[in-house]
């Protein structure tokens, strides 16, 4: 009979590889969808900056629309003055508005709504015709030597009984209103100081043509 071969794992000098451990490396898991993402870091105040130099600029700009603005008016202004080197007259002509103003203007009483105070002379300044936005205005003053008293109560007779009056430190203002279309207003005063301490009368007479 025939030999069987041995059995290589039976054989008594033959013993099983001792156990090798397999080394792993940690792999972190990914987050899931629903996780928090933490928020990316703070950018620094470039932001800010930019606005407050928008702002600045914006400011620059409308405070040179407005030098350019009043630059063009007075432009203006200066091209409607004339002035007479002859006489002295001073005349401006606008649209809507004209005026003129000399030292020896000449007025009427029916110009200045009211009576001139008797033996009063014309002064240099304060003399004035004006038309604006469909009024007239025109403005006289005059020196007198009497007391601001007698000159107050002559205006106050000329006046009449509806006008009024108020007084302060040597000066008084009397006003008579006609109409709703007409008002005269006298200015009463006297300063040891100025015009040689005469006593000082301005009267304005203002009409208007409209609401007729």
């Given at each position: 009979m025939a030999e069987l071969p041995e059995n290589p794992g039976t054989s008594?000098?033959?013993e099983p590889p001792p156990f090798q451990p397999v080394a792993s490396q940690y792999q972190p898991v990914?987050?899931?969808p629903g996780a928090a993402v933490p928020p990316p870091p703070a950018k620094s105040g470039g932001g800010a900056l930019k606005i407050i130099l928008i702002i600045v600029g914006i400011i620059a700009f409308f405070f040179l629309l407005l030098v350019a603005v009043l630059m063009y008016g007075c432009?203006?202004?200066r091209k409607a003055i004339h002035v007479n080197n002859s006489t002295g007259e001073t005349?401006?002509?606008v649209p809507g508005m004209s005026m003129s103003a000399d030292s020896g203007m000449k007025f009427t009483s029916?110009?200045?709504g009211t009576e001139i105070y008797p033996g009063a002379e014309p002064r240099k300044s304060g003399n004035m015709r004006m038309?604006?936005?469909g009024s007239s205005v025109v403005t006289a003053s005059f020196l007198t030597s009497d007391s601001t008293d007698n000159v107050v109560a002559f205006y106050k007779d000329k006046l009449g009984s509806n006008?009024?009056?108020m007084e302060f430190g040597g000066t008084a203002i009397l006003t008579a209103k006609r109409s709703d279309q007409e008002q005269v207003t006298v200015t009463v005063s006297q300063q040891a100081n100025q015009s040689e301490g005469k006593t000082q009368i301005q009267i304005q007479h203002?009409?208007?043509t409209q609401g007729k």
């Open positions: 008594g000098s033959h990914p987050s899931s432009y203006k202004v005349s401006l002509s029916s110009e200045l038309n604006i936005a006008a009024t009056s203002t009409t208007t």
